[in-house]
């Protein structure tokens, strides 16, 4: 398996407080995504990395922001959680070149009340 | 925007059928498409992947090919058994947004004993 964790795995919290996810990876792989998945929409893209302190936004980053400060770390920021954040967030890697297949980690389920 | 489709939403079948599950995308301009598995309040688990120029990638009893032209991939699912049971997740890259992947919806497989 690829080496992806991400933090917390469960999380419940209260509308309005703000909330960061962690996506750790032991691969040193350039790419890093983070999705979520809801029912009815599958999985969509919030944000993603293409190296050191380069992001940039996907379908559906409103009230998101992330950052990576070094290779192994993706952080997403919900700067004040609201219910329709809550979902299930993935984090996922690529290798720069090749056939950049995707792995993903095991998931993060928030719970926002 | 790329618009992924798998059709069908959902699928029975009994142990040992051969089976076959569809994808469609409306962008033929893309990188690659992967094929995962995903279970019931599990992370997602890449099974094969197509980079463009191929046609077809095989592993074990599963076998998928891409029609890059028509916007279409199957995934053969041969002698099905019980452990097949789970969601399938079809996936397109192109190489814009940094190769993230467009979902489709999944196609949830049950095999019966």
């Known amino acids: 398996d690829a080496g992806i964790t991400q933090s917390p795995r469960h999380k419940v919290t209260e509308t309005g407080t703000p909330v960061t996810l962690r996506c750790h990876q032991t691969?040193?792989?350039?790419?890093m995504y983070w999705y979520r998945q809801d029912p009815g929409h599958g999985l969509r893209l919030i944000h993603y990395?293409?190296?050191?302190?380069?992001?940039d936004k996907g379908e559906v980053s409103d009230g998101y922001s992330v950052s990576r400060s070094k290779t192994e770390d993706f952080l997403l920021t919900l700067e004040s959680a609201t219910s329709s954040q809550t979902s299930v967030y993935f984090c996922?890697?690529?290798?720069?070149?090749?056939?950049?297949?995707?792995?993903f980690g095991p998931g993060t389920r928030l719970t926002v009340l | 925007k790329q618009e992924v489709t798998q059709i069908p939403a959902a699928l029975s079948v009994p142990e040992g059928e051969n089976l076959v599950l569809n994808c469609s995308f409306t962008d033929s301009a893309i990188y690659n498409l992967q094929w995962f598995r995903q279970d019931p309040g599990k992370g997602l688990t890449s099974l094969l992947l197509?980079?463009?120029?191929?046609r077809e990638q095989t592993s074990g009893r599963l076998n998928a090919s891409l029609d890059k032209s028509s916007g279409r991939s199957t995934l053969y699912i041969a002698a099905s058994q019980p452990g097949d049971s789970a969601t399938y997740l079809c996936?397109?890259?192109?190489?814009?947004?940094?190769?993230?992947?467009?979902f489709g919806k999944g196609t949830s497989l049950l095999v019966t004993p």
């Open positions: 197509i980079q463009s120029s191929q």
């Open positions: 990395s293409y190296g050191v302190k380069d992001t």
């Open positions: 691969e040193n792989h350039r790419y």
């Open positions: 996936a397109v890259s192109n190489s814009n947004s940094g190769y993230a992947l467009n």
């Open positions: 996922a890697i690529a290798a720069s070149g090749g056939a950049r297949e995707q792995f």
